[in-house]
């Protein structure tokens, strides 16, 4: 298949503005490659590395970047960006130069172009996160290093929701626990508490792209005695009590289940969710309160928060 790359070269005033224009134009998420980061002072706890080229950034200004396929509305799309880029000029943001450039890609070109940036990251005091591309070898007999296939759909493990929950999990899972891994996505939280000692996880997930996601990087990580994958909705139809349950999913998500996380974890066990933001973290606590949880922990990347619960 073939997809049009629409690139907008703007101001970081106005990433917002014009990543909301691509995605009302059909993009399901959008790239932005702005220089800021080259100089950016970087929180590496665990000796990360960020490898990041100038080459590969705008000289001045930032690149959106959004993935479209090529099909007979392709030149009507382009002119309806123009239109809105232009609107937004009404308002008094500065777009910058506002130039639109629009290349034509291969699906296998977008597919392997991303993963120059992706390297093995260490993310906890035993986990490192490695692509399944990359010859890494444990650097102690403690490591634990999760190989990583993410493909198009998913995240590559090192965002920081996921840097949060894996370090919960490394903290509060005790050997022979059995976990329930709501919205799995890559697996990589059941693979995770494979690789720490958990007895038995069930993954779930509504998407069938990350049903066969999660099933593929278990099977890379030779975890697959440990790992159920199960298209399902949240927790619904589960029945049997666990001794812990975790989510990386949005904050809105996770408050229509936390009477189901109470009715699921055994006494004591204990309740992992991210992919929270700072702004719903009062929300969030809340209604797990509100389920009968007492919160034991937040921990905080930036402006994302992890929340750790055990039931009353």
Not at 50 to 77: C, H, I, M, R
Not at 235 to 263: M, P, W, Y
Request: glycine content about 6%; proline content about 4%; charged content about 25%.
């Amino acid at each position: 298949m073939k997809w049009s790359e629409i690139s907008i070269h703007t101001t970081a005033e106005a990433v917002e503005a014009v990543s909301n224009i691509l995605h009302e134009a059909g993009a399901n998420g959008v790239v932005i490659e702005d220089p800021e980061v080259l100089y950016r002072e970087w929180d590496t706890p665990f000796g990360e590395i960020y490898q990041l080229s100038p080459d590969d950034f705008p000289k001045e200004g930032v690149l959106v970047k959004a993935y479209l396929p090529v099909n007979s509305y392709l030149g009507e799309t382009v002119e309806e960006i123009k239109g809105q880029l232009n609107e937004l000029l009404l308002y008094g943001l500065d777009l910058g130069s506002g130039t639109i450039t629009v290349t034509e890609v291969h699906e296998d070109e977008w597919a392997t172009a991303w993963k120059k940036y992706y390297k093995p990251v260490t993310i906890s005091e035993r986990i490192t996160i490695s692509p399944v591309w990359e010859e890494y070898q444990p650097k102690s007999a403690d490591e634990l290093v999760i190989e990583m296939d993410p493909g198009m759909a998913f995240g590559t493990g090192t965002h920081p929701t996921t840097v949060l929950c894996i370090r919960s999990i490394e903290k509060y899972l005790q050997p022979g626990d059995r976990v329930y891994d709501v919205g799995t996505g890559t697996a990589i939280l059941s693979i995770a508490a494979a690789k720490l000692g958990a007895d038995h996880i069930l993954a779930m997930d509504l998407d069938e792209v990350a049903v066969r996601s999660a099933e593929a990087n278990i099977k890379i990580n030779k975890v697959a005695d440990k790992i159920n994958v199960k298209q399902n909705n949240l927790l619904d139809g589960i029945e049997e009590q666990v001794e812990v349950i975790v989510a990386n999913i949005l904050a809105e998500v996770i408050l229509r289940f936390t009477d189901d996380v109470a009715r699921l974890l055994l006494p004591d066990g204990t309740f992992i969710a991210s992919g929270i933001i700072k702004a719903r973290e009062a929300d969030v606590v809340a209604g797990l309160e509100q389920s009968g949880l007492t919160i034991l922990e937040t921990v905080y990347i930036d402006d994302w928060v992890a929340i750790v619960a055990k039931k009353r």
